[in-house]
Structures are given as C-alpha cells and as structure tokens.
C-alpha cells in the first residue's frame, strides 16, 4: 500500500465476539481514518482521530493512535454478522488520503 | 450528508478504446478531487488529485498521459483511461472535499465506477 500495513490481513469471528484490526503508518500525518467497504462497493467512513488524540469511540467503535509508533487500532465490540466487510485505515497528510492494505473480517452467524 | 456521485457505475470495453469516467459532487462544490484505483482484494491507490481550474498532479508511477483528468467544474472531475488495456482494469473510486474544507478532515467519496477492459 501507500502507507502502510494493516494486520491481520484477514480475520474470521463468531457473532458477539470483538473483532481489533491493527494499521501502522510511515509518514506524519494530521490525522487517521477508518473505513469500511462491503465486497465492491464504496467506502463508508466509520471515525476519526486526530493526531493530538489518542482514543476515540463511536458506538460499537473503539479507535487508538500511537503516534510515537506510528500505529492504530480499531476494536468493535459485540461483532454482528453485518459487521462482515473490509476495513482499512487512511491517513490524511498534505490534504491526500493514503490507504492501508485492508483486513477483511468474517464474523459468522 | 454530502453526495458524490460517478458515472458509469461499471463499463466494459475493447483494448485500445478510451474510457471516460465522471466524477459529481451534487450538493456542493469542490476545487479539488481525488481519484483512487483499487485491484481486486487489494487497497485503495491514490493516483492523482485532481484542482479546478488547473492542472492535476499525478502520484509518482501514474502515468499522466494516460490517465488523462480534467476538473471541467466547481462540481465535475472527469477521468478518461487512454487506450485502455486489460492491466487497467480495476475499480476506480473518486473523492471530494467540500470547498474551503479542503484541509479538514471529512472526504466524500464516490460509490465507485468498475472498468473492466477485454
């Protein structure tokens, strides 16, 4: 990617479990995203944290910034089989958006 | 919430043929735009932004003559693949800022437009 790397590349849940997906970055950045894409279509956003932040939470959503690590985490908490998508952080940096590589959660009925 | 829309939604073509893709923010106004590319079970790519009024700067590897964008307006960024091939085939996703919150934190982005080149 872009910017950087996304772990696990891939997860697999039971319903009602927590799903962490973990991104790292290279660059500074002003802020860090997460977003979701259902298989081929468009990007929702889901929360955002600014670099002078070091947690968030939105919901189900619970979001973290190491800026001295270069690294996020996004928890969702009591996973629901709609929750099955792909997620991916995005660091906004000079007003441009670079990606991570994804993690795609499964979470099974 | 802001809208942007792309259109087609998906196009197949012929190598060699040209395809245009359109980028619209409906209910407001954009200087600048940006455009992303995304192979099958990879990431988002950043290929260039887009800048009304002026010319558009490409990511390093992006091949400007071939992807030609032009930001005809306030609310409409076009994307053309020049002499498409099936390495171009992907799934093109476009982006807006609302104008004067280019620096803020909030990107609207388009649903998508689907290219596959045969």
């Known amino acids: 990617s872009q910017q950087g790397e996304e772990d696990p590349q891939a997860l697999s849940i039971q319903e009602g479990e927590n799903a962490t997906m973990n991104c790292s970055y290279k660059t500074s950045i002003n802020n860090l995203q997460w977003y979701r894409q259902n298989s081929g279509r468009g990007l929702v956003h889901l929360i955002l944290i600014r670099s002078n932040e070091r947690e968030k939470h939105s919901g189900r959503l619970r979001v973290t910034l190491d800026t001295s690590k270069k690294s996020s985490s996004l928890l969702i908490t009591a996973s629901r089989a709609a929750d099955t998508a792909s997620y991916f952080c995005?660091?906004?940096?000079?007003?441009?958006?670079?990606f991570g590589s994804g993690t795609k959660l499964n979470v099974k009925p | 919430g802001a809208v942007v829309s792309q259109h087609p939604s998906w196009v197949i073509c012929k190598s060699g043929t040209s395809v245009k893709i359109e980028c619209r923010s409906l209910d407001f106004q954009a200087t600048t735009m940006f455009w992303y590319r995304q192979f099958p079970k990879q990431s988002l790519m950043l290929m260039a932004t887009s800048n009304e009024g002026s010319k558009a700067t490409y990511e390093q590897g992006v091949e400007k003559d071939k992807f030609l964008i032009n930001h005809a307006s306030l609310t409409l960024s076009t994307l053309t693949v020049t002499s498409a091939h099936p390495e171009d085939s992907s799934f093109y996703i476009c982006?807006?800022?609302?104008?004067?919150?280019?620096?803020?934190?909030?990107?609207?982005f388009g649903p998508g437009t689907r290219l596959l080149v045969l």
């Open positions: 982006s807006a800022p609302p104008w004067g919150r280019e620096s803020q934190e909030t990107q609207y």
């Open positions: 995005a660091t906004e940096t000079f007003n441009k958006f670079y």
